[in-house]
């Protein structure tokens, strides 16, 4: 299983980018996706997540009502709509999989996840 994450980019405050996964390999209706990010200097954080059936969705109180993650299983694909982008954003973002049953929901764990992208920076200057 193969993820490539793109859509990341220089932007200004206040700006949207739209993030995009590609998953290759495997069988991406089986999978949770999730979103996180690294910071210069700070720990990874878990930034969205979607379930295998898309029904459940989960965000951190830091991007709640900015950001917006959905699924295209026929294109193999997660994505991560993000307005009014904050320089607090700047980060690496990467996208993850794993398998799981579909009754599962959104996963917030990254240690959970079996197969991970690799990142896209986002830059938001103020």
């Known amino acids: 299983v193969q993820l490539q994450a793109s859509g990341g980019g220089l932007v200004q405050a206040g700006d949207s980018l739209r993030l995009t996964c590609k998953v290759s390999?495997?069988?991406?209706?089986?999978?949770?996706v999730g979103w996180f990010r690294r910071a210069p200097g700070k720990e990874r954080e878990f930034v969205s997540g979607i379930s295998r059936s898309g029904n459940d969705k989960n965000y951190p109180d830091s991007v709640k009502g900015r950001f917006t993650i959905s699924r295209d299983n026929d294109k193999k694909t997660a994505y991560l709509q993000m307005n009014g982008l904050k320089p607090e954003d700047t980060a690496v973002y990467y996208c993850?999989?794993?398998?799981?049953?579909?009754?599962?929901?959104?996963?917030?764990?990254?240690?959970?996840?079996?197969?991970w992208g690799q990142g896209t920076q986002v830059t938001v200057s103020s």
């Open positions: 993850a999989t794993k398998s799981t049953l579909l009754t599962v929901p959104a996963i917030t764990d990254p240690n959970l996840y079996d197969y």
């Open positions: 390999g495997g069988t991406f209706n089986r999978y949770a």
